[in-house]
C-alpha cells in the first residue's frame, strides 16, 4: 500500500468512528505507520471537514514532514509505534462507555469472555494525565504492556492493531464490552470469569484463527 492509499483508508477509518458514534466533532484522533513514519489525524479539525491533505505525516523521532499542526495525542501514538513493531495503526476515541468507565478509573475485568481480545483477563485503566503530555504517553505504554486496548483516566480510551481495519473492529467490541460492564454495575456486582476460564477461551481463539 502507497502513502496516498494509506491517506484514504486513515480517513475513511477516522470518519467511520464518527458515523459509529464513537468519537464526535473534532474529539479523538487516529494513525497509522506509513513506512518509518506515520500518518496522524490533524489538531482541531472537525472530522467532516477533513481530507487526505489534511492527515499529517510525522517520522519517528516526533517531526513534522508534511502537513499541519499533528494531533495534540501524536506523542503516544509515535511511542506505541516504536516500542510496538507488531502493531501498525492506533486509534483513540472518547466513546461513550469507555470513558464512562475511565471516568469511574476502573479496569474493566473479565466480564464477559471477549475481554480477552484485549489480550489479558482485563482492560487495563491508567492514571489521569493532561492529555497531549508526555506522561498520558507514558502511563499508557504501560497500561498496554501484552495488551490491545486500555482505558485513559477521566479521558478515553486507546485501540490498537494490526491495521486500521483491525484497530477499529478492537474500538467497537471494547466499547460494547464497557457499555455491558456498565450495565452490570447498574444491577449488582458481575460475575467475573476466573483466570483457567480465559485461559480456555484464549486457547479457543488461537485454535479458531488456524481454523479461519
Known sequence: MNEKQRRTELLNATCHLVE???????????????????????????????????????????????????????????????????????????????????????????????????????IRCTPYSVFGEQELSDHALEALQGRKVCLLGNHGMIALGKDLEDALAVAVEVEFLCEIYWRTLQIGEPHILTSQQMHDVKQKFVEYKKRS
Open 20 to 122: 459509529l458514534g464513537l468519537n464526535r466533532g473534532a474529539s479523538g484522533n487516529a494513525s497509522v505507520r506509513d513506512g518509518d513514519g506515520m500518518l496522524i489525524t490533524p489538531s482541531a479539525l472537525l472530522v467532516s471537514e477533513m481530507t487526505t491533505d489534511s492527515l499529517v505525516r510525522m517520522d519517528l523521532q516526533g517531526m513534522v514532514l508534511q502537513g499541519g499542526k499533528p494531533s495534540s495525542e501524536w506523542r503516544f501514538h509515535r511511542d506505541i509505534l516504536v516500542s510496538r513493531p507488531e502493531i501498525n495503526a492506533v486509534i483513540h476515541t472518547h466513546s461513550t462507555f469507555a470513558t464512562t468507565i475511565a471516568c469511574l478509573r476502573r479496569d474493566v475485568p473479565a466480564v464477559h469472555y471477549m475481554i480477552a481480545l484485549a489480550g489479558g483477563d482485563s
